[in-house]
């Protein structure tokens, strides 16, 4: 399948194979600041264990070269250290065994408490940016890629730069002894790796571009998932007979991915074997000019069983360090994708105000448009309104008239393309974010049913008080789910959702006054929004909601958007949307009198009443 880079879409070949290291020390340091005594630890075990080997080969000579002369001459003296030799060389490989099982056991710790890091970073992350890359196809491709391999990649490339080291350090070692023998056999064995090496970096790389260009795919086929499993959805899925074609789908999405698998891991299996071979070549043929060397007593059995050795684990030292290379340059482009996320800008503070200039001049939209990101259409256009203490109002108009986009305004999820927005006569973006959070009350119609207890629930509507039973309590009164909450076996401890043991399902309705409650736990809100709070319930629980509301909202600013015109009518001042557009603005009894839209609507919903 023909596949291309997109736009922005970084290129990784032989070229960049130098300049794709950079965040070799990003990770190392990374590790370290992880767990300073564990890294610590790492690079001792890696030195020693580098060592290590080509003592043991040395003894190794020694020991045969006593066995030898042993035989040779029956001096008890060369028995004698033939055994001490013996008992050298097992200790040196009881010391090594200790060293390699050290390296395990940091190395599971590390990766725990790796994993827990770069998780953290990555959701602290997302808790820093703007909403509108939560809107974005190419912004969760790059999540995604960040999230997938992330915890494991840092802890290899440092696994492996250990590995590099232990293994060089044992070339170094093995070099010095097989030297002695002859300078080309350590050319042979240096490059004798080379070809397995550089086609295993060339499929590292190939296989990479495979996982960077087919993340939309993977997204989808996660959504897939989640869709036939989650009980969320699980009612619609079974009702339509959606499975089987939901599942044939995801099936599709697996075979597309395999096919460029095995593609790949079909060339990478047949070149590694094929340049492998080159490998045993070189092995055997050093192999037999030792042992020739040895017929012909240029050496001693003893040095000819060093050098085999040496040799052969040599070359593995040497296809070790190759493939660390190989490995450190592959993590590195799986790095790419976690600090190309980490990277990612981060508005910048738009203000420090904690008081207005004008207190108790209210809300104030000044000519406001705005257009979401990618779309040539304003969203809103033009809207202007000023909303004083203790004024309710309400929005009206039909589905993306722009409604919520006032709201997401209000709240600076987004900025205005156009005009201004000010609080007691200061811009909305000169106010500290905690200080305008504080001020406003606010449930939007597609309010989250976090699977938490019911306290908890309503407690997420202040951070202060996401713990505070009291609080709970005085919030679902206002909130009128007081009487409900006060049946359940656990009353405000009931866990809620089916994800956790023992958790209970809501109504629409009661769920409604669970969010409802949300709007009232922040105190210290002066302005509460209610986007569509009550679509669940029938007028008259409505009606009887909206009373409630007014009453306990006396000096506080309010906004309302609801499609029922019973609720609306309760309203100080009624704004009528069309296309992003104010076309009526006024009372109830102003608008019935100006026989337009408002009118309109109005009288064909009451008719429906009777």
Not at 430 to 440: F, G, I, N, T
Request: charged share 20%.
């Amino acid at each position: 399948m023909a596949r291309h880079h997109g736009q922005g879409e970084p290129s990784y070949n032989s070229k960049s194979f130098l300049g794709v290291f950079r965040y070799s020390g990003q990770a190392i340091r990374l590790v370290w600041e992880t767990s300073p005594k564990l890294t610590v630890a790492l690079i001792l075990l890696s030195l020693v264990a580098g060592l290590l080997p080509a003592a043991i080969a040395y003894i190794g000579k020694w020991l045969v070269d006593a066995v030898v002369l042993s035989a040779q001459t029956g001096d008890a003296s060369h028995r004698a250290d033939a055994i001490r030799y013996v008992l050298m060389e097992a200790g040196l490989v009881v010391l090594l065994a200790a060293m390699q099982r050290g390296l395990s056991v940091c190395q599971a710790l590390l990766r725990a408490l790796l994993g827990n890091r770069v998780n953290v970073m990555i959701l602290d992350k997302a808790l820093s940016l703007d909403l509108t890359l939560f809107e974005d196809s190419e912004f969760y491709d790059k999540m995604t890629r960040a999230r997938r391999q992330a915890s494991s990649r840092p802890l290899s490339l440092v696994m492996r730069t250990f590995g590099l080291i232990q293994n060089a350090i044992s070339l170094v070692t093995y070099g010095a002894l097989l030297i002695s023998f002859s300078p080309i056999a350590v050319a042979i064995l240096a490059f004798a790796a080379l070809p397995t090496f550089f086609a295993e970096t060339k499929f590292s790389g190939e296989a990479f571009r495979l996982f960077r260009w087919r993340t939309p795919e993977a997204r989808e086929q996660m959504y897939l998932e989640t869709v036939i499993a989650r009980e969320d959805y699980a009612k619609e899925v079974k009702l339509f007979g959606l499975g089987r074609t939901l599942l044939a789908r995801y099936q599709s999405i697996f075979h597309k991915l395999y096919e460029e698998d095995r593609s790949l891991t079909m060339r990478r299996g047949f070149w590694g074997y094929l340049l492998g071979l080159l490998s045993t070549a070189a092995f055997y043929g050093s192999y037999a000019w030792i042992v020739l060397a040895a017929i012909e007593v240029k050496i001693s059995i003893g040095e000819m069983t060093m050098f085999v050795m040496v040799f052969k684990q040599g070359q593995s030292a040497m296809a070790a360090v190759l493939s660390a290379i190989g490995g450190m340059y592959e993590d590195n482009l799986y790095l790419s994708n976690l600090y190309e996320y980490l990277e990612q800008e981060v508005p910048s503070s738009q203000g420090v105000a904690t008081a207005g200039l004008i207190p108790g001049d209210g809300l104030r939209f000044e000519n406001v448009s705005f257009a979401y990101p990618g779309s040539d259409t304003n969203a809103v256009e033009h809207i202007s309104f000023h909303l004083t203490p203790g004024t309710k109002l309400a929005l009206v108009g039909q589905n993306g008239s722009g409604k919520t986009t006032i709201i997401k305004l209000l709240t600076r999820l987004y900025s205005p393309s156009e005009g201004k927005i000010t609080l007691d006569g200061l811009d909305l973006g000169e106010w500290d974010d905690k200080a305008l959070r504080d001020r406003l009350g606010v449930i939007f119609q597609d309010f989250v049913r976090y699977q938490f207890k019911v306290g908890e629930n309503i407690g997420v509507g202040d951070h202060a008080a996401f713990a505070n039973e009291e609080a709970w309590r005085v919030a679902a009164e206002e909130g009128m789910a007081a009487p409900f909450i006060e049946e359940l076996p656990d009353q405000y401890q009931t866990q809620l959702g089916r994800w956790f043991k023992g958790g209970r399902e809501l109504s629409l309705g009661q769920w409604q006054k669970i969010a409802l409650s949300r709007a009232f736990i922040r105190k210290t809100a002066d302005i509460v929004v209610l986007d569509e709070p009550t679509a669940s319930m029938d007028a008259a629980a409505e009606a009887q909601i909206f009373e409630h509301f007014r009453e306990i909202t006396q000096n506080q600013m309010a906004i309302v958007i609801s499609h029922r015109f019973s609720t609306v009518r309760m309203a100080d001042e009624i704004i009528v949307l069309d296309r992003g557009r104010i076309i009526e603005h006024g009372s109830h009894e102003g608008l019935i009198e100006a026989a337009g839209d408002y009118a309109r609507l109005f009288e064909i919903q009451a008719k429906g009443y009777l």
